[in-house]
């Protein structure tokens, strides 16, 4: 059904939409946004929206200078077209946000200028992810197969735009017309949306063709998934964890991140891509909904799992259910050797924990197993390095901080099992 709508929209229609969705970023009209900010914004408002549309402002222009290769590997003309509008409009936003810092904000008096005098707002999580953009635009470059472009795309148009920005807009725009504040940065706003939805929409077609022409991009989309979520988890956590800087605008953290795993799964729905249908482990947990995924994230995220490592990880018993049942959802038990397999953990510095896989049902349970196929001995942080991404498994058995013992036949086939 999602596939077919997809049909229904042509490259021409997309091109035709940029064509009379055109507006200026110069001619906006900040004079009265400099009173609001001043004025009607309290201390730790305009602290926590510098640091939200700080990550926005160097977000359009990451993706502005990334766009290029984008262009260089669509096969088609049609596709061509629209990506050149594209990168005009991540350029005009790039402007309307450069022209707020420097006439409202009062940070910086070029576009360089504005870009150092908020780069200190950025998140880990958002340095990490723009970091994984730069290379995909740069591998992209080399490898133009459409795998690869189909990876590519979903790294910009459904993790950038889809599942980060959107949900940002989302949120910024419901307390500025909520309140009636920053109307020129609330127009401006508005068309950056609009803008964004076409683009999004590009994403979603242009993924929904390469994947009927080439059925490798389903996988080169599973394992992009799999090496950016955790990133991308932490890209709007507030400094210090201030909620403030978040529920001072009448939204939570949480409604934030599950605006944004709900953007996620239907896009990939609507592209052909269905999280349950992707190859190899789930990228991200099944049997939840979007309010529980964004839930467990910010919790895992919190207890210091996933997101910047700042400490060793939290190792209560609930944390590491957490940590658990996260793992459990993500097993690929197609992979696993006549349907069923019995992995232990044996932590230093914790209680011990095991995974069962029967015949496509999954459990994992504190404690341990008499007879396990394989057996993990290291530290909880260690493994929460692993599972995080933090760690290579590999590296970790060369530095003996995880040692194997058991099916060493099963021990190969564990990238295939846990994606790690």
């Not at 993706?63 to 990168?87: C, G």
């Not at 910009?156 to 920053?182: D, M």
């Not at 990133?231 to 409604?255: A, K, Q």
């Not at 510095?349 to 095991?354: F, G, L, Y």
Request: glycine content about 8%; overall charge negative.
């Amino acid at each position: 059904m999602a596939t077919v709508a997809m049909d229904r929209i042509s490259y021409g229609d997309l091109y035709r939409r940029w064509e009379k969705g055109n507006w200026s970023a110069t001619d906006l009209d900040f004079s009265e946004d400099r009173g609001d900010w001043h004025e009607k914004f309290t201390d730790i408002e305009r602290r926590g929206a510098l640091w939200n549309y700080a990550m926005f402002f160097h977000g359009e222009d990451s993706v502005t200078d990334n766009l290029s290769p984008y262009i260089d590997a669509a096969p088609r003309e049609e596709q061509k077209y629209f990506l050149a509008t594209q990168q005009v409009d991540e350029a005009r936003h790039s402007i309307f946000f450069a022209r707020f810092m420097k006439e409202v904000v009062e940070r910086g008096e070029d576009v360089s200028g504005s870009l150092a005098a908020t780069q200190p707002e950025l998140t880990w999580g958002f340095r990490k992810t723009f970091e994984k953009l730069d290379r995909v635009a740069d591998e992209l470059r080399k490898d133009k197969s459409k795998p690869n472009l189909a990876r590519s795309i979903c790294m910009y148009h459904l993790i950038v735009e889809a599942t980060l920005a959107q949900p940002g807009q989302h949120f910024i725009e419901g307390y500025l017309t909520e309140r009636g504040v920053l109307p020129g940065f609330r127009a401006g706003m508005e068309n950056v949306s609009r803008d964004e939805q076409r683009h999004i929409g590009f994403g979603v077609k242009c993924i929904s063709d390469l994947v009927k022409e080439d059925p490798d991009c389903r996988a080169a989309i599973a394992d992009l998934l799999r090496e950016v979520l955790p990133m991308t988890v932490g890209v709007f956590v507030p400094p210090n964890w201030d909620m403030r800087y978040i529920e001072s605008f009448g939204s939570t953290m949480l409604d934030v991140y599950e605006h944004g795993m709900t953007s996620l799964e239907q896009k990939l729905r609507a592209a052909g891509c269905a999280l349950e249908e992707l190859p190899g482990p789930p990228p991200i947990p099944l049997g939840m909904s979007a309010h529980e995924r964004a839930e467990r994230a910010i919790a895992l995220v919190r207890a210091g799992i996933f997101g910047e490592k700042t400490g060793p990880p939290a190792r209560d018993p609930e944390t590491v259910g957490l940590l658990f049942d996260f793992i459990a959802r993500v097993v690929d038990t197609d992979a696993t050797p006549n349907g069923g397999v019995k992995l232990q953990w044996d932590f230093t510095d914790t209680q011990p924990w095991h995974i069962v896989v029967d015949n496509g049902n999954t459990r994992a349970v504190q404690g341990r197993l008499e007879d396990p196929d394989l057996t993990f001995r290291c530290g909880f942080e260690d493994w929460a390095d692993i599972v995080a991404g933090r760690e290579d498994p590999r590296l970790a058995m060369a530095k003996l901080k995880l040692r194997p013992r058991g099916n060493l036949r099963l021990l190969m086939r564990m990238p295939k099992l846990l994606g790690r």
